[in-house]
Nanobody, 118 residues
Framework: QVQLAESGGGLVQPGGSLRLSCAAS????????MGWYRQAPGQQREPVAI???????NYADSVKGRFTISRDNAKNTVYLQMNSLKPEDTAVYYC????????????WGQGTQVTVSS
């Protein structure tokens, strides 16, 4: 079992920055991947940024060059640095962890609201 707790969301003006944090209840070093997803009102949840245990990172086209995902294994925490925020980035952001125990198991955090508005 893994508990994930997101923090760092809030209201920011267009062009501003936020850093989201996702603290895990156990070591993340062996997790297959950790990532950030978002869901805007009336929309499906979509992947934003994913970091694998092998060191690979993948980003949605809409956030490339603006968002950066990073893992701090010592703190069991994953971060999402978001720069040059746009109103269309407004959504609830969720942290997801994947582990392999014969099958792939996914865990989700409760989400944190990000609102980009002037």
């Amino acid at each position: 079992q893994v508990q994930l707790a997101e923090s760092g969301g809030g209201l920011v003006q267009p062009g501003g920055s936020l850093r989201l944090s996702c603290a895990a209840s156990r070591s993340i070093s062996s997790m297959k991947s950790m990532g950030w997803y978002r869901q805007a009102p009336g929309q499906q949840r979509e992947p934003v940024a994913i970091a694998t245990s092998g060191g690979e990172t993948n980003y949605a086209d809409s956030v490339k060059g603006r968002f950066t995902i990073s893992r701090d294994n010592a703190k069991n925490t994953v971060y999402l640095q978001m720069n040059s925020l746009k109103p269309e980035d407004t959504a609830v952001y969720y942290c997801k962890a994947e582990i392999v125990r014969n099958v792939l198991i996914s865990y989700w955090g409760q989400g944190t609201q990000v609102t980009v508005s002037s």
